[in-house]
């Protein structure tokens, strides 16, 4: 990859840099119609109305999520999978309703082309979704929400009725846990994940706030060792091949930060590997035009593979 390319694919932190930075300016909880107290996620961006809290062992803190629940599911006694959507930098537990995700999902499942299911999300932070000394936050997706949910509602609680969904920085999340914790979730898909060929320095194009996510989660400088110990491109050579979650990944071929190479990396040594999985470069670029282009890939990914009983 060039250097020009390098730089700008280390920025690929927010989904859309523009929109994302723009939540800073949000007014106080009062100002959106929100009581005070309501749940607030990262740089006082709103919650969404349905938000909730639960106590996470891994963090020792409470944590934000959002169950949506099946049409259907005040009316049934039946269980249902759990799809877990995890978010990207600068966003929150809200932003499958912020990005008109959620609707979009809805639409599908209306129309018979996506599984009938509980969505979650969590808030995450700009931590990556990982295990580092800033916090424990893969095992707050992987162990703490799974309980959490698996206790709260009616759901099939077992690896195949469970599936991750990352956009972007949550593609990271996805999977670093794929690879990591293999025995957890039975589906995972990715749209842009954000997958970097080389460690980001300030050197390099990456500042601001967007270094500040890395040094804030691998120290200042990066820490080399700490990176490729949590890298999807390094884990993904040593996995359990046998033991994988289905894999569904796709990028933007037009992706302005680039990560389409690290996408096409990642599928490459799938392939070298012999391990199932569905992988697309497609027209766009990287934001959610792109990704409400594709969605219904990975919806269709998921109705297949994900059991509902």
Same mark, same amino acid.
């Given at each position: ?38 749940? @607030?996620?990262? *740089?006082?961006?709103?919650? $969404? ?7 996470? #062992? $891994? ?19 039946? $269980? ?5 959507? %995890?978010?990207? +930098?600068?966003? &929150? ?8 995700? /959620? ?6 499942? #209306?129309?018979?082309?996506?599984? &009938? ?8 932070? &700009?931590? /990556? ?10 095992? %707050? ?54 997958? /970097? ?26 820490? =080399? ?11 993904? #050579? ?17 992706? *302005? ?5 690290? &996408?096409? +990396?990642?599928?490459?040594? /799938?392939? =070298? @590997? ?22 219904? #890939? ?8 994900? =059991?509902?009983?």
């Amino acid at each position: 990859m060039k250097t020009s390319e390098i730089r700008a694919a280390i920025t690929a932190l927010a989904i859309v840099a523009g929109p994302a930075f723009a939540q800073e300016a949000t007014p106080p909880a009062a100002a959106q119609g929100q009581p005070p107290g309501a749940p @607030r996620g990262p *740089r006082m961006m709103p919650a $969404s109305e349905k938000a909730k809290t639960f106590e996470s #062992k $891994s963090l020792g803190t409470t944590v934000t999520y959002v169950a949506y629940l099946p049409a259907d599911y005040e009316t049934s006694k039946a $269980s249902y999978p759990v799809i877990y959507a %995890l978010h990207g +930098m600068f966003e &929150n537990s809200a932003f499958l309703e912020r990005r008109a995700v /959620l609707p979009q999902y809805e639409a599908a499942v #209306k129309a018979g082309a996506a599984p &009938n299911a509980i969505v979650v999300t969590v808030d995450g932070g &700009n931590n /990556l979704f990982i295990n580092s000394p800033k916090g424990r936050y893969q095992d %707050l997706v992987a162990k703490d929400l799974v309980e959490h949910i698996d206790k709260t509602y009616r759901t099939i609680a077992r690896r195949e009725g469970r599936a991750l969904l990352g956009i972007s920085m949550g593609g990271y999340g996805a999977l670093n846990i794929a690879f990591s914790q293999p025995s957890v979730f039975g589906v995972v898909a990715t749209h842009s994940a954000m997958l /970097l060929s080389q460690i980001p320095t300030a050197e390099a194009g990456a500042r601001g706030g967007q270094m500040r996510a890395f040094t804030g989660v691998f120290g200042e400088p990066v820490d =080399a060792l700490a990176w490729k110990a949590q890298d999807p491109l390094e884990l993904v #050579k040593t996995a359990d091949v046998k033991g994988l979650p289905a894999l569904y990944i796709d990028c933007g071929s037009e992706d *302005r930060y680039g990560l389409f190479a690290g &996408n096409k +990396m990642l599928h490459d040594t /799938l392939e =070298a @590997r012999k391990v199932p999985h569905t992988f697309g470069l497609f027209p766009g670029d990287h934001g959610y035009e792109y990704v409400h282009s594709v969605f219904p #890939k990975s919806l269709a990914f998921l109705k297949e593979k994900l =059991a509902t009983k």
